[in-house]
């Protein structure tokens, strides 16, 4: 979420510890690049919304950030989703 770089499997077996730091700082090495993207600010605020209206349990909103990142459409119907 800092950065909007985004790397789907992140565990220590796809993560590289460097002997010496790279000119830029980086003391590790992400392997395993199946699945990287970049996220734009837009998306990353309302992907940290959806996070806080979900563990708010507050599903209202939480439909609202889902449309916004295009995860449902539109003209979905609210009543049938919200608990």
Do not use: Q, W
């Not at 940290?48 to 439909?63: E, G, P, Q, R, T």
Request: proline share 6%.
């Amino acid at each position: 979420f800092e950065t909007g770089f985004f790397h789907a499997d992140p565990h220590p077996g796809n993560m590289l510890r460097l002997d010496k730091p790279t000119e830029d700082g980086a003391t590790l090495a992400l392997i395993d690049c199946g699945l990287m993207a970049s996220i734009d600010r837009t998306d990353r605020d309302n992907m940290i919304s959806a996070v806080i209206h979900l563990a708010n349990k507050d599903y209202a909103s939480l439909v609202d950030d889902f449309m916004k990142l295009n995860i449902l459409p539109e003209d979905s119907d609210r009543a049938a989703i919200i608990p």
